[in-house]
C-alpha cells in the first residue's frame, strides 16, 4: 500500500466547495487533459484547477450519482502514510493529536476523525485508514483536505516521536465512485469487490494498475475512493468512465451532494474555532478517548460533551424559493440574531433550496422556528435533522 520504494507524493480526498479563488498559478491532477477533453469548466480551488461541472451540468451530475455512479477526481487531497515499528506506537502517535481510537482500529478498517488544535478546534477532518498488507503492522494512511495539507503535514511531523514518522504520498492520485451503483461498477473489474463494507479497506488490482480501495466517500451515497499511483490514474480513470453507468461529475455536483448529506465542509461548516462537539461530531469520540482525554483540547470537548456546547450545528429549510448562502445571519422570529449560515444552496434531490449553520442551542430542537436573512430580507426557515437526503452507506452484505 505505501510504495515506499518510489519517489514520496501524493494527492487529495473527499469535501470540495466549487468557490472561485483569487488569481494565483494553479497547479493541476494528472486528469486534467482529460477533464479538459470532456468539455470540463475550471475554477481554482485549494490552489488546484478543477473541473467545476462538465457540459451535462451540475444538475444531471448530481442526479446520475443519486441514481447511478458520479466519478469525481479528487487527486487534489492530501495522502500520507505514517510509518512505525508497530501499530500501537504509530496509533498512539496519532492519538495525541486527533480524539478517535485509532489503536482499536482494525486491519483494513478506516475511521474519520479530526485534527485538532490547543484549544479542540478543527484544523482539518481526515480519514485514517490501517493497513492489512503482510509486513504493515504499523502503517497509517492519511487523507487529509486539499487546502491544508501542508499545514495538516507539517503539524504531524512536529508532534511524531522519534519511531514514527510521515510519509508524504505526492506519487499517488485519488477518483471517488459515487453512487448505487458503484459497488457493481467496480465488480466487473474487481472480483471480490461486493464483499467489503463501510469504512473497510483493501488492495486490488486492475490490470498493470495496483489500487488501494476503500468503501467510503462524502456523498452521503454508497461508494468508494481508489487511490492509484499519479502515473497509473489516467488508465484507471479511462476503465472506470467508459462504464455504462458512471459519468465523471465535477465540485458543483460534489458540493451539492455532500450538503444535502449534512456532510460538514472543512473551511465553511467547521474550522479551527469549532469543536467537535458544536459541529455534532461528538459521535467520533469514542467512550475510551471520552474516559481517558489525552487529545488537544480535551478538557473543553469532553465538558461540552458534559454539559452541551453553546451553539450547534443544524440543518435549515428555508420556506421560500431563494437559497440562503454562507454568510447569512439567522434570527428568531422576533429579529434577534441566533446563530450563522456555514452551507447553503440548491438541493437538487430536495427540490428546494437547504442550508447548515450554527445556532444557540436553545433553537437547536427540529421543528424550531426561525429566519434566514437573504440579501437583507429575513425569509421563513426551520430547524430540521440531518440529513437532508437519508445516507446510503453499505454496511452489512
Do not use: C
Request: hydrophobic residues 40%.
Amino acid at each position: 500500500m505505501t510504495d515506499q520504494s518510489t519517489t514520496d507524493q501524493p494527492s487529495d480526498r473527499p469535501t470540495d466547495a466549487p468557490a472561485a479563488e483569487p488569481r494565483q498559478p494553479l497547479r493541476q491532477t494528472p486528469l486534467h487533459a482529460r477533464h479538459a477533453a470532456r468539455g470540463a469548466r475550471f475554477v481554482g480551488f485549494a490552489g488546484y484547477e478543477m473541473p467545476v461541472q462538465y457540459p451535462a451540468g451540475i444538475l444531471a451530475e448530481h442526479a446520475h450519482t443519486r441514481t447511478k455512479a458520479g466519478l469525481f477526481d479528487i487527486s487534489h487531497m492530501g495522502q500520507a502514510f505514517l510509518l512505525g515499528p508497530d501499530h500501537e506506537t504509530t496509533a498512539r502517535a496519532l492519538e495525541a493529536l486527533v480524539p478517535a481510537d485509532i489503536v482499536g482500529l482494525k486491519p483494513g478498517r478506516l475511521r474519520y476523525t479530526q485534527l485538532l488544535n490547543d484549544e479542540g478546534g478543527i484544523l482539518d477532518d481526515l480519514m485514517v485508514t490501517r493497513s492489512d498488507e503482510p509486513g504493515e503492522d504499523g502503517v497509517l494512511m492519511l487523507v487529509v483536505n486539499a487546502a491544508n495539507k501542508a499545514a495538516d503535514f507539517d503539524r504531524i511531523e512536529r508532534h511524531l516521536p522519534d519511531a514514527v514518522r510521515l510519509m508524504r504520498a505526492d506519487h499517488r492520485a485519488l477518483l471517488a465512485l459515487q453512487g448505487p451503483t458503484a459497488a457493481e461498477v467496480l465488480a466487473r473489474h474487481l472480483p471480490g469487490i461486493a464483499d467489503m463494507v463501510f469504512l473497510s479497506a483493501k488492495s486490488f488490482r486492475i490490470g498493470r494498475i495496483e489500487v488501494f480501495v476503500s468503501r467510503s466517500g462524502y456523498t452521503g451515497e454508497d461508494g468508494f475512493e481508489l487511490s492509484a499511483r499519479a502515473d497509473r490514474v489516467v488508465e484507471l480513470w479511462d476503465i472506470l468512465s467508459a462504464d455504462r453507468d458512471v459519468m465523471p461529475a465535477g465540485l458543483g455536483a460534489r458540493d451539492s451532494l455532500r450538503l444535502e448529506a449534512g456532510l460538514p465542509l472543512h473551511g465553511h461548516d467547521i474550522d479551527a474555532a469549532t469543536t467537535p462537539v458544536e459541529a455534532g461530531l461528538a459521535w467520533s469520540i469514542p467512550p475510551r478517548r471520552r474516559a481517558e482525554g489525552g487529545f488537544p483540547g480535551a478538557e473543553r470537548i469532553l465538558k461540552e460533551i458534559a454539559e452541551g456546547p453553546a451553539r450547534l450545528r443544524v440543518g435549515l429549510l428555508p420556506e421560500d424559493r431563494a437559497p440562503a448562502r454562507e454568510g447569512a445571519e439567522i434570527v428568531d422570529t422576533e429579529d434577534r440574531p441566533v446563530g450563522t449560515v456555514t452551507s447553503g444552496g440548491f438541493g437538487p434531490s430536495v427540490g428546494g433550496p437547504v442550508a447548515m449553520g450554527y445556532v444557540n442551542r436553545r433553537f437547536a430542537e427540529p421543528g424550531t422556528p426561525v429566519k434566514l436573512m437573504v440579501r437583507g430580507k429575513p425569509l421563513a426557515a426551520r430547524v430540521v435533522a440531518l440529513p437532508f437526503v437519508p445516507h446510503r452507506y453499505v454496511r452489512g452484505v
